[in-house]
RNA sequence: GGCCCCGUAGCUCAGCUGGAUAGAGCAACAGCCUUCUAAGCUGUGGGUCGUGGGUUCGAAUCCCGCCGGGGUCACCA
């Protein structure tokens, strides 16, 4: 890595020069500002109390230093006290021949034994997925996709939140009201029927309320005592206690919506490596909480209910199991963490969860921890920001919930409709075109949505999102597109990729003029230097992501990548090139481009169309 | 009220471990299709980076106070 040369050759230019042993971190050390000319820029500020001298002064001793010693440099610039170093063409001809055709440019190997664990999505199995799980499942899965390139081995898990009090809920109003209504007898999807009878279930709850209050109750009493509520109650004792009735209508509903998320899952693109079931995990969360209980670390209350006392980590008591026994979220979500580590012993456990529930993970650690689990250092969550509408927040009881289904349905229409009316589908077969609105309405849905920090509140406007042009997933297909097309072009025109070779020979006739009886046959234009060097930048973008678990970084990436390429684009014809070195190596650096492109919308779970 | 997060152009968002004149897109206006795909490109206008202090050679970035917005503090998940 040249950088790491750059920096090496400075500290010894300080040793040498100025008899002084310097850190690394004393050095910053950049890339050089777009208008500027140059690649890499030392700030020398910071090192005048060693150097003892102007800014200007100490970036000439430094610049003249690496540009004896280091080969690549072919000039530096000083303003003020920046040191701009400019490297020579064919440094950035030779990272062009060597990595063009590298399939793995920029992605790490598979290294540790150990895995990482993300979950995500984590549906509740009494509603359809609604947009805030579309920006759950796209982070999860794309978060996933970034691990794996750097180097990890990935498990991407699915928790189904399939027990409890709110799956009770719906199947009290199923059996009340259903009528033995199926999804086949219905034409609804699953998910969709059970979600039916979770929202009839509030409703007629919410009327026994404003009922009870009317007949004299306080309202918390009234939320207590509604018979529909006590009902539900009693339904999930008798799942705990594995009644036979409940268990086999529990399945069947279950059942239903599993059928209905596969559906959005498989149309969403997202996948998991393990699907866990919470009714399967609890136990071990209740064994977790009763041998605490023995050990004296948790208590007992009169009623029955045990708790964890937090107190003296600055929290307050945390019921663990009630008083029937029945356990509650916290509990779950300690038994299936036991059983993770027990199973699978990860280096590191990601919750992709949304912020509202910072609160409990933190809570989770703490007990776990004292519970005498060292390893809830390993958990980590992810907490990403809620997704609002322009109206305001997503209320299920206003209907102001964007559905999952009924979104992604929206896009493909209007992707569909916009590329008619551009005429782009004149010559596609009809499997072709449908499989490009679906490229394109997805795209533009997944990178409106992962392209905004994680932990940032994100506005969801459907009329921007629907916007296919800027800074959008279409306009970085389009540009993939094109230099695919560009590509095809070539070839029938004769200019082959493969025919310049790995490192085409044009590349090493670059050598400083004094020395070489003849002039550089190529040179490049700046724009082409400029791509060059985010092309160069990939391998540390896909670092940076993974480090901060961040698909927007790379969302970025893209764009500016697409961006830039569209300015060369516009700017170069390549097949008009008179010069057939310069036209081939122009080609390169469109394969290139467009290869980086394609793998970094890959990371983020997004397909791009070989023409559009 | 306690704790956590956010505040950058009219709108949606970038801005990497502090560095040079704070950047894109949308919207507005003016240009570019006998030229490799115009879902594109070029240009113009638009900012006291919420606010007041502090640290520093240097602050949108780090620290403190305040203001505004959101979240959370359930025997819901």
Redesign the pocket.
């Known amino acids: 890595m040249i950088e790491q040369l750059l920096l090496e050759k400075t500290r010894e230019a300080v040793r040498v020069i100025y008899g002084q042993e310097i850190s690394a971190?004393l050095i910053?050390?950049?890339?050089?500002?777009k208008?500027?000319e140059?690649d890499f820029?030392i700030?020398v500020?910071?090192l005048l109390r060693i150097s003892r001298k102007s800014p200007e002064a100490t970036a000439h001793d430094l610049g003249e230093y690496l540009k004896t010693n280091i080969d690549w440099i072919r000039e530096y610039i000083i303003?003020?006290?920046?040191l701009?170093i400019t490297l020579k063409e064919s440094f950035w001809l030779e990272f062009l021949g060597g990595n063009w055709n590298e399939p793995d440019y920029g992605l790490q190997q598979t290294r540790d034994e150990q895995p990482v664990i993300v979950e995500y999505s984590s549906p509740?199995t009494n509603k359809p997925l609604h947009l805030g799980h579309i920006r759950n499942n796209l982070l999860g899965f794309s978060l996933g996709k970034i691990l794996e390139a750097n180097g990890f081995r990935v498990i991407k898990v699915n928790l189904v939140?399939d027990?409890?009090?709110?799956i009770c809920k719906s199947m009290l109003a199923y059996m009340k009201w259903g009528n033995g209504e199926t999804p086949e007898s219905s034409g609804m999807k699953g998910d969709h029927l059970v979600g039916k009878y979770y929202v009839l279930f509030d409703k007629q709850y919410k009327e026994q309320v404003r009922a009870l209050k009317e007949s004299g109750l306080q309202e918390d009493e009234a939320e207590k005592q509604a018979p529909l509520l006590m009902e539900a109650q009693e339904i999930l004792r008798k799942w705990e206690a594995r009644n036979q009735e409940t268990f086999d209508l529990w399945r069947m509903m279950n059942g239903w919506v599993y059928k209905g998320f596969d559906e959005t899952y498989n149309h969403l693109g997202v996948r998991f490596d393990l699907v866990q079931h919470?009714s399967s995990t609890y136990l071990s969360g209740k064994d977790l909480v009763m041998k605490g209980l023995e050990q004296g670390l948790l208590n007992q209350?009169d009623?029955g209910?045990i708790w964890a006392d937090l107190k003296d980590e600055g929290l307050?008591e945390?019921?663990l199991l009630?008083?029937?026994g029945?356990?509650?979220?916290?509990t779950?979500d300690l038994g299936t963490a036991q059983l993770r580590y027990n199973e699978l012993n990860p280096l590191k456990m990601i919750y992709v969860v949304g912020?509202?529930?910072?609160?409990?993970f933190d809570v989770l650690k703490i007990i776990l921890k004292k519970l005498g689990c060292e390893w809830s250092d390993r958990i980590f969550h992810l907490s990403y920001?809620?997704v609002e509408l322009p109206h305001g927040?997503m209320k299920s009881r206003e209907g102001t919930v964007v559905d999952a289904d009924d979104l992604m349905e929206e896009m493909y229409q209007t992707?569909e409709k916009?590329?008619r009316e551009?005429g782009?589908?004149n010559e596609f077969s009809d499997d072709e075109a449908t499989n490009?609105f679906s490229m394109?309405g997805l795209g533009a849905l997944k990178y409106f949505i992962l392209?905004?920090?994680p932990?940032?509140?994100?506005?969801f406007?459907p009329a921007?999102s629907i916007?296919?042009?800027?800074?959008?997933g279409?306009?970085i297909q389009?540009?993939y597109?094109?230099i695919?097309?560009?590509l095809r072009?070539a070839e029938s025109a004769g200019l082959s990729l493969q025919a310049t070779g790995p490192v085409p020979r044009v590349f090493e006739t670059e050598r400083p003029a004094a020395r070489s009886p003849q002039p550089a046959v190529i040179s490049l234009k700046p724009v082409e230097t400029s791509i060059l060097k985010m092309l160069y930048a990939f391998p540390q973008t896909i670092r940076?992501a993974g480090a901060e678990y961040?698909p927007?970084?790379i969302a970025?990436y893209a764009?500016e990548l697409a961006?830039e390429y569209?300015?060369?684009?516009?700017?170069?014809?390549?097949?008009?090139e008179e010069n057939r070195k310069m036209a081939e190596t122009r080609l390169l650096i469109s394969a290139f481009t467009g290869e980086v492109i394609k793998r970094s919308m890959s990371l983020l779970g997004i397909e791009v169309?070989?023409?559009?």
Request: proline content about 4%; hydrophobic content about 30%.
């Open positions: 971190e910053g050390f950049e890339k050089t500002k208008e500027i140059g820029t700030v500020f910071p303003i003020k006290g920046f701009n509740n939140n027990r409890g009090i709110h919470e209350k009623d209910s307050d945390k019921v009630r008083a029937d029945t356990s509650v979220y916290m779950q912020n509202e529930q910072i609160y409990h920001g809620m927040k992707a916009t590329t551009l782009k589908v490009l394109i392209k905004v920090d932990k940032k509140n994100m506005l406007d921007e916007d296919f042009t800027g800074n959008t279409p306009f389009y540009t597109a094109r695919q097309s560009l072009k940076q961040s927007a970084r970025n764009y961006k569209n300015t060369f684009y516009q700017e170069i014809p390549v097949l008009k169309p070989s023409r559009m």
